[in-house]
């Protein structure tokens, strides 16, 4: 944390040494590239597990799937208990022809064409998510690319640019050749301190010329040069057509308001990055692959969790079928919960003092993600958008584009919301779903006037809202983590917890899987009599 | 071209007002977003051809394929005379069993695995080339996506970071975060002139620090901020796999390397920013789909052009038949010619001096290009990239992973070489193929060290050395686009030239139909008599 990227001359001699060690080290584990990318190294291994041990697992969203699957390899005998009547938890898409019925009663019956569908939880896979992308390939679940960050869809700010979205490849080139002239300016005018590793002055200039796409005396302007990057005014083309022509450059005062380099930013973080993925149809393939792979697995839907009991024998776990209110109980000798902590911290939950303080300890985000179904893919043929996303700081935060079937006719379904902030996203749980589409409906055209002249139909899921969720995701403090992540973490007598929220990357389907490793693992190595 | 981003204060009265109409006049004419993405808004609407017209078309590439297929909807009668074999020209794909001899004798076998493929020529369409996307829709040409831009992947130098390969998200929010702490420096000490729009200092400080992801002193630092961008050397995971922590830094001297921006531009250009795309199978489809549209089109195949004739009536060429030598005439009323100036510079061909001038004046470029397949896709398998592109200041230049079937097993061809500078060109063009896959080995193991224990085969294309070519792409000078782009594009008599040479954008198939239309157009009003 102490690494220096560089230091004036004088602070050298005092810093020098400190960060070495960890670089060498760094740079041995990254030989093949491999350190950081993920700590998963590939499926557990389980020994034989002691013939007849049952273990019952609550929830049959993707970490309670995994653990079913990997247990049963070794031999456990599994049972999962499951709020609803289909297996995925988040891992979900809806389709035409589905409802769902939110608290506080409001259904919404999804009306898209056939084949188009929505992922109201997770919508997105990143390169270094190597868990997911294991079991994905070990599932025969099909992948195709998913495009988060494509240049050539907008940034949009009611305070900037007089409120015009603005192409994502022009603001950046913009930005960036500014400040990159800006600071040539101060190196050639100002006495600067050169940083460490500069030898030159005439070094750093060159870079800044070369980066920035600046002129030879150190300017970024409008010219062919800097439209190899941002783009033309007048694309080159064939025949008399004329020749290439630049665009005029972007303002300097409305490119550096907080909420454009916000907007480019949110495109740039590590797990948004390309290479991405999807599975073709739908993200809840990939739970729909784990039931069919399980052949046999009971699975009890319609089964409301209400107590977890445990004793030095054994778990029972009571339950309340949702349909005809009948309460039954189950026991085994091992449980692997993945109920959210927002759920666990209102049933009867016999654990240790500090279990159920972490339990209490967490909030969950309250995002709201809607779909809308339009007429045909304006973005793609009007504006020459496929796939990716852009963003806005209105409360939707962004618009992401389809990332299949490119060009095809008739109707596409866009997320049209995300919302991020939490006071937006309570606000837009308060509405009713009609109410929902109508907020969405008057910003998004303010980046596609299109909007309402296409729409077709939407559906919204407030997380707040979500029976059996009650959020999105865990919102772990650093304070709430530092006190009781250990707590959630590691096996409670005869239950331990795996999900998402038992990790460093909740919302992420890769923190479900990783954390349901680590369960299983916890589980066997207690349940084969080795020492926690 | 004079437009200015920003000026200081006391540059502002006199610049004031420059800048202003050409702004306002883009705004508008970006109100749907689609000025400068294309000069092509849809196929030409020709009226009915005189009835018997006759147009000869020389090269069965994509220029001449498109100008015979709209030319026939328009009524005209329409023959190809091809060189080779096959249609498409450079929209030409590689595959299992295919024969390629080139000019010096040498003929490579490709030893491909069923299904895989290498597109010597085109092998990606920007989302701004309109019309190449247009006759693929119209066509069914199935597209995917086709991921140029990878942060995962490397860029290397030989002459920084001790030869090692560097992630580029890693190389980019280094050397971003360092100059935007830089010029956060130089701001915080200095005596700067604020640019223009900048009202207060601590305004452009607030756009730096949170773009240059800055910490509370204005330092760009290894820590779980700047891990957002950069990665991290624990990634975030689940269970009890421990916090995650950012890795070092890279070494700022090295960061600055001309090598490494220019790695860093050469994946951000206009022409390479997502979203891109391929056709499914092979580049080639585009060509054979043409061909399949059009029923009964007349191609002769293995027919050499060494004369084009022409007077007030009609245009006459002469042919040799490649297999048995046979010469033969066809006359026309018409002629579109597509073969490369590097191939027509070569024949008798009866124009004006000023096109017989410009056919001199036009170098062609001598870039190759090496597919080399691997027994697994090891670049996927243990170093999490999926497509995109490696780059290194080597004589390959570059690396591009295959965009298709991500994680499946077997065999995988990647493009192990795609020579840009001329130097570089000319060595591998002088080379033995055989010469040619142990330098692109040798360089490509510097990146990949698995290249030498997975290598299976590979096959060069050294565009001098394509007989039908002898040549990759045309070179315009500006100068020479000064003094002889309007005598190429301009109909000479009864014929007139068309592709990608013909163009803006030379070597992009965008580039080829936009001038083929143009040409076709010309052509059209010519021969409905109406002034040219």
Same mark, same amino acid.
């Given at each position: 944390?102490?690494?220096? &990227?560089?230091?004036? +001359?004088?602070?050298? *001699?005092?810093?020098?040494?400190?960060?070495?060690?960890?670089?060498?080290?760094?740079?041995?584990?990254?030989?093949? %590239?491999?350190?950081?990318?993920?700590?998963?190294?590939? &499926? /557990?291994?389980?020994?034989?597990?002691? =013939?007849?041990?049952?273990?019952?697992?609550?929830?049959?969203?993707?970490?309670?799937?995994?653990?079913?699957?990997?247990?049963?390899?070794? $031999?456990?005998?599994?049972?999962?208990?499951?709020?609803?009547?289909?297996?995925?938890?988040?891992?979900?898409?809806?389709?035409?022809?589905?409802?769902?019925?939110?608290?506080?009663?409001?259904?919404?019956?999804?009306?898209?064409?056939?084949?188009?569908?929505?992922? &109201?939880?997770?919508?997105?896979? /990143?390169?270094?998510?190597?868990?997911?992308?294991?079991?994905?390939?070990?599932?025969?679940?099909? *992948?195709?690319?998913?495009?988060?960050?494509?240049?050539?869809?907008?940034?949009?700010? @009611?305070?900037?640019? !007089? $409120?015009?979205?603005?192409?994502?490849?022009?603001?950046?080139?913009?930005?960036?050749?500014?400040?990159?002239?800006?600071?040539?300016?101060?190196?050639?005018?100002?006495?600067?301190?050169?940083?460490?590793?500069?030898?030159?002055?005439?070094?750093?200039?060159?870079?800044?010329?070369?980066?920035?796409?600046?002129?030879?005396?150190?300017?970024?302007?409008?010219?062919?040069?800097?439209?190899?990057?941002?783009?033309?005014?007048?694309?080159?083309?064939?025949?008399?057509?004329?020749?290439?022509?630049? $665009?005029?450059?972007?303002?300097?005062?409305?490119?550096?308001?907080?909420?454009?380099?916000?907007?480019?930013?949110?495109?740039?973080?590590? @797990?948004?990055?390309?290479?991405?993925?999807?599975?073709? %149809?739908?993200?809840?393939?990939?739970?729909?692959?784990? #039931?069919?792979?399980?052949?046999?697995?009971?699975?009890?839907?319609?089964?409301? #969790?209400?107590?977890?009991?445990?004793?030095?024998?054994?778990?029972?776990?009571?339950?309340?079928?949702?349909?005809?209110?009948?309460?039954?109980?189950?026991?085994?000798?091992?449980?692997?919960?993945?109920?959210?902590?927002?759920?666990?911290?209102?049933?009867?939950?016999?654990?240790?003092?500090?279990?159920?303080?972490?339990?209490?300890?967490?909030?969950?985000?309250?995002?709201?993600?809607?779909?809308?179904?339009? +007429?045909?893919?304006?973005?793609?043929?009007?504006?020459?958008?496929?796939?990716?996303?852009?963003?806005?700081?209105?409360?939707?935060?962004?618009?992401?584009? /389809?990332?299949?079937?490119?060009?095809?006719?008739? &109707?596409?379904?866009?997320?049209?919301?995300?919302?991020?902030?939490?006071?937006?996203?309570?606000?837009?749980?308060?509405?009713? =779903?009609?109410?929902?589409?109508?907020?969405?409906?008057?910003?998004?055209?303010?980046?596609?006037?299109?909007?309402?002249?296409?729409?077709?139909?939407?559906?919204?899921?407030?997380?707040?809202?979500?029976?059996?969720?009650?959020?999105?995701?865990?919102?772990?403090?650093?304070?709430?983590?530092?006190?009781?992540?250990?707590?959630?973490?590691?096996?409670?007598?005869?239950?331990?917890?795996?999900?998402?929220?038992?990790?460093?990357?909740? %919302?992420?389907?890769? $923190?479900?899987?990783?954390?349901? *490793?680590? !369960?299983?693992?916890?589980?066997?190595?207690?349940?084969?009599?080795?020492?926690?």
């Amino acid at each position: 944390m102490t690494d220096t &990227p560089y230091l004036t +001359r004088r602070q050298l *001699l005092k810093a020098i040494g400190l960060s070495a060690g960890a670089t060498a080290m760094y740079h041995a584990m990254t030989a093949l %590239g491999h350190a950081g990318e993920s700590t998963f190294t590939g &499926p /557990p291994v389980l020994t034989k597990a002691r =013939p007849g041990t049952r273990v019952v697992i609550l929830g049959a969203g993707l970490a309670g799937l995994l653990a079913a699957y990997e247990l049963r390899k070794s $031999g456990y005998q599994v049972e999962i208990i499951e709020y609803q009547n289909r297996p995925g938890g988040r891992n979900w898409t809806l389709r035409s022809g589905d409802r769902y019925t939110e608290l506080g009663g409001a259904t919404q019956k999804v009306e898209f064409a056939e084949g188009n569908y929505f992922n &109201p939880g997770p919508w997105r896979i /990143p390169h270094h998510h190597r868990a997911v992308l294991h079991y994905c390939k070990e599932l025969g679940v099909e *992948l195709e690319s998913f495009i988060q960050f494509n240049h050539n869809a907008y940034i949009h700010s @009611n305070d900037a640019f !007089a $409120g015009k979205p603005q192409r994502w490849r022009e603001v950046w080139s913009d930005l960036q050749g500014n400040l990159t002239e800006l600071l040539a300016k101060a190196l050639n005018e100002g006495q600067m301190d050169l940083p460490v590793g500069v030898e030159e002055r005439d070094q750093l200039l060159q870079a800044l010329q070369g980066w920035g796409l600046l002129d030879e005396e150190y300017r970024y302007r409008s010219n062919l040069y800097t439209a190899l990057r941002r783009g033309y005014s007048h694309a080159p083309a064939g025949g008399r057509t004329g020749p290439p022509e630049p $665009g005029p450059l972007l303002n300097l005062r409305d490119l550096l308001h907080p909420s454009i380099w916000r907007g480019l930013n949110s495109q740039l973080v590590y @797990n948004a990055q390309p290479t991405m993925f999807q599975p073709v %149809g739908g993200m809840d393939h990939i739970s729909k692959a784990f #039931v069919r792979t399980m052949d046999g697995l009971p699975i009890r839907y319609n089964a409301q #969790v209400t107590r977890i009991a445990q004793d030095e024998q054994r778990v029972t776990v009571t339950y309340k079928d949702t349909q005809s209110g009948e309460v039954s109980q189950v026991a085994a000798d091992w449980c692997v919960c993945t109920l959210p902590l927002s759920i666990l911290g209102q049933l009867e939950f016999q654990a240790s003092d500090a279990m159920l303080a972490a339990i209490r300890a967490v909030p969950y985000s309250s995002y709201v993600k809607i779909g809308m179904e339009f +007429r045909r893919r304006f973005w793609e043929e009007d504006e020459a958008i496929y796939g990716g996303t852009s963003v806005t700081d209105q409360e939707i935060a962004l618009i992401s584009y /389809p990332n299949d079937r490119f060009m095809s006719d008739g &109707p596409a379904v866009l997320l049209a919301a995300y919302t991020s902030a939490t006071d937006n996203s309570l606000r837009f749980t308060g509405m009713t =779903p009609a109410e929902r589409i109508d907020a969405a409906l008057a910003q998004g055209e303010r980046i596609h006037p299109q909007y309402r002249k296409e729409f077709l139909s939407g559906v919204s899921v407030a997380w707040h809202r979500v029976p059996w969720m009650l959020g999105c995701r865990a919102r772990w403090s650093d304070s709430a983590r530092h006190a009781h992540y250990q707590a959630v973490s590691e096996m409670d007598g005869r239950v331990v917890l795996a999900g998402d929220h038992v990790s460093y990357t909740p %919302g992420w389907m890769e $923190g479900a899987l990783q954390s349901s *490793l680590d !369960a299983i693992e916890q589980l066997h190595r207690l349940a084969q009599g080795e020492a926690k």
